[in-house]
């Protein structure tokens, strides 16, 4: 959040404040007139993506995801603010000069949106032609893409003879066709199966690996988020509640919508439910330890005897994420008050407690 | 006595009525085809949130259509007279009946157009915008090409109804099938020419919708 304050401080003209943003978001707004009044699905947001990362942007449906990846390629206008992609601000420029930034800006979306009158090939063409590439190297090209997404056999088949999965790379595909510096991925596997997801984003992880594309990935699954992005932002209501790398939002989520996102895919916490249950059979002092790699919480569990104290742990599990360990360990302590303090004293001075209070 | 077909009086009357029917039908799904095809793109376009979005421009297309389609053939083709005669030079005879035959298929078509493209994915066409097309390459490179099997079977609808409408275009001399069967046929009592005159109409139609459908079937890829 620093980082964000500086930028919206230092930019006042249009080049980055940072060297390495590729997409920068100052104090943005979007508002949609309805027979209802003015809609505001983005307020006030402060954004700034890194080259080269794979970003999250997480949020439940009507969060204002869908209209923020479409401020960045222009595909919506903003109300107020200023938006900043690849050096240029896109927040001034008319529609007609907004067209060659978007072609080198990649989108693939939730409901594929192939062009069903043309073929697997006719779909990656399409931006080459737009872009004017004379028809040898078009074709070349279009081999390279289709080979690079696996579907080169396929070259000739129509969208509606392709799977979900196949549809989606026919998608990546198109969106890579312009050698993007920017991927946005709107929803890219909310409609598909679970094995097709992890192979859609291993592609995704493959373009930004191999290829140095930046990706934007918009979704309400924080599994996605997890598995696949560098950092994330939380969005809530149009407005950026919370943001961080992905380790640092998933092992200490501030807020409730974060937090509910990262109990999505982790259980190690438990819930208000899991805690009534946990009272109710257990006697003692119940209290949550974060863990990660050096938190240390069993060293200090075994030392809790000398205090006269017991343990039991009750609830928890322990993960790995972004090469790091973390989770969470729900314990019971019985024993004289003085020591469980002390030995609540003890794991506060490692990592973060929290009791549940009865 | 007037009964019957008379070959040598009747044979070369319908000749140059089918003729004329074909001559009609043909100008007019040429002129009154591509205008209408015009029209309903420019309906489609124009409309709020559409790529190319301007309420004043929509508003008055979208009035002119309300007003001009709901006018009976038969007196649009009189209406239509001092156009024609703007236009033709004269307002009688086979080519000035292709005026407001025209002039009905456009407006005619235009809804149908506009139809058939309102059923494309709104998606498709954010694709399209997100690799940087300008709105007249979308216009012709996809709404047409992915509306293409829907708009050949409008296409065929509107061409069965304008050989319906030349029926009446004997009003202002036009001449062809119609005329032929009510001045040889039900005015002078002859139901062999007015029976023989629909034959040829309903082989006219099926042999177009025959050809329509398998065009479309084609364009559908089914």
């Known amino acids: 959040m620093t980082a964000i304050t500086e930028t919206s401080d230092a930019t006042t003209g249009i080049r980055p404040a940072h060297p390495n943003s590729i997409i920068e978001l100052h104090d943005v707004s979007k508002t949609f007139p309805t027979p209802n009044g003015l809609v505001t699905a983005v307020d006030r947001l402060d954004l700034r993506i890194e080259q080269g990362e794979i970003f999250g942007i997480i949020g439940y449906s009507g969060a204002g995801k869908s209209t923020l990846v479409r401020l960045i390629n222009g595909l919506e206008r903003i109300t107020s603010g200023e938006v900043i992609v690849d050096g240029v601000d896109i927040s001034t420029i008319p529609e007609a000069k907004l067209r060659p930034v978007r072609a080198r800006i990649g989108m693939i979306f939730q409901q594929f949106n192939l062009f069903g009158s043309r073929t697997v090939a006719g779909n990656v063409a399409y931006p080459l032609k737009v872009a004017g590439w004379p028809r040898e190297r078009r074709d070349a090209r279009v081999a390279e893409l289709l080979s690079f997404v696996g579907l080169l056999e396929r070259a000739h088949s129509y969208p509606d003879q392709l799977s979900g999965g196949q549809k989606q790379r026919v998608g990546i595909a198109r969106a890579l066709a312009n050698s993007p510096s920017i991927l946005l991925a709107d929803e890219s596997t909310s409609s598909l199966d679970p094995e097709t997801t992890q192979d859609v984003l291993a592609l995704l992880r493959q373009v930004n690996r191999e290829l140095g594309v930046t990706i934007v990935v918009i979704t309400h699954e924080m599994d996605v988020v997890r598995q696949i992005a560098d950092r994330v932002a939380?969005?809530?209501?149009?407005?950026?509640?919370?943001?961080?790398?992905?380790?640092?939002?998933?092992?200490?989520?501030?807020?409730?919508?974060?937090?509910?996102?990262?109990?999505?895919?982790?259980?190690?916490?438990?819930?208000?439910?899991?805690?009534?249950?946990?009272?109710?059979?257990?006697?003692?002092?119940?209290?949550?330890?974060?863990?990660?790699?050096?938190?240390?919480?069993?060293?200090?569990?075994?030392?809790?005897?000398?205090?006269?104290?017991?343990?039991?742990?009750?609830?928890?599990?322990?993960?790995?994420?972004?090469?790091?360990?973390?989770?969470?360990?729900?314990?019971?302590?019985?024993?004289?008050?003085?020591?469980?303090?002390?030995?609540?004293?003890?794991?506060?001075?490692?990592?973060?407690?929290?009791?549940?209070?009865? | 006595?007037?009964?019957?077909?008379?070959?040598?009086?009747?044979?070369?009357?319908?000749?140059?009525?089918?003729?004329?029917?074909?001559?009609?039908?043909?100008?007019?799904?040429?002129?009154?085809?591509?205008?209408?095809?015009?029209?309903?793109?420019?309906?489609?376009?124009?409309?709020?949130?559409?790529?190319?979005?301007?309420?004043?421009?929509?508003?008055?297309?979208?009035?002119?259509?309300?007003?001009?389609?709901?006018?009976?053939?038969?007196?649009?083709?009189?209406?239509?007279?001092?156009?024609?005669?703007?236009?033709?030079?004269?307002?009688?005879?086979?080519?000035?009946?292709?005026?407001?035959?025209?002039?009905?298929?456009?407006?005619?078509?235009?809804?149908?157009?506009?139809?058939?493209?309102?059923?494309?994915?709104?998606?498709?066409?954010?694709?399209?915008?997100?690799?940087?097309?300008?709105?007249?390459?979308?216009?012709?490179?996809?709404?047409?090409?992915?509306?293409?099997?829907?708009?050949?079977l409008g296409f065929t609808f509107v061409f069965v109804a304008v050989i319906d409408m030349t029926a009446v275009a004997g009003i202002v001399g036009g001449g062809g099938i119609g005329d032929f069967a009510l001045s040889y046929g039900h005015q002078r009592w002859n139901h062999s020419v007015v029976w023989i005159s629909v034959g040829i109409i309903i082989v006219l139609v099926q042999v177009v919708q025959l050809f329509g459908n398998r065009l479309a079937r084609k364009a559908l890829r089914r």
């Open chain 2, 1 to 152: 006595m007037n009964e019957g077909w008379d070959w040598d009086l009747h044979t070369p009357l319908a000749v140059t009525a089918v003729t004329e029917t074909l001559y009609m039908v043909s100008l007019t799904l040429l002129a009154g085809g591509g205008l209408g095809l015009v029209l309903g793109i420019a309906l489609y376009t124009t409309r709020a949130g559409a790529i190319l979005a301007n309420r004043p421009v929509f508003a008055v297309l979208n009035f002119a259509v309300n007003i001009v389609r709901p006018i009976p053939f038969i007196i649009l083709l009189v209406a239509a007279a001092p156009l024609t005669k703007l236009i033709v030079g004269t307002w009688l005879g086979t080519s000035a009946a292709v005026v407001p035959l025209a002039i009905a298929t456009a407006f005619g078509f235009s809804r149908i157009v506009e139809q058939n493209l309102v059923t494309i994915e709104p998606g498709i066409i954010e694709a399209a915008r997100a690799v940087g097309a300008s709105p007249l390459r979308i216009i012709f490179t996809l709404l047409v090409p992915e509306a293409l099997g829907p708009l050949i």
């Open chain 1, 234 to 358: 939380v969005l809530d209501n149009g407005r950026v509640v919370e943001q961080g790398t992905v380790f640092e939002v998933f092992s200490a989520p501030k807020t409730t919508t974060a937090h509910n996102f990262v109990s999505t895919v982790l259980h190690d916490v438990p819930g208000a439910g899991d805690l009534d249950r946990l009272r109710s059979e257990h006697t003692g002092r119940i209290v949550t330890a974060a863990v990660a790699d050096s938190s240390r919480v069993g060293s200090v569990l075994s030392d809790a005897g000398t205090h006269g104290v017991r343990f039991e742990i009750i609830f928890g599990g322990i993960s790995s994420l972004q090469g790091r360990s973390f989770g969470s360990l729900t314990i019971e302590l019985t024993g004289p008050d003085a020591g469980v303090d002390t030995v609540i004293a003890a794991l506060r001075a490692h990592t973060t407690i929290d009791e549940a209070v009865a």
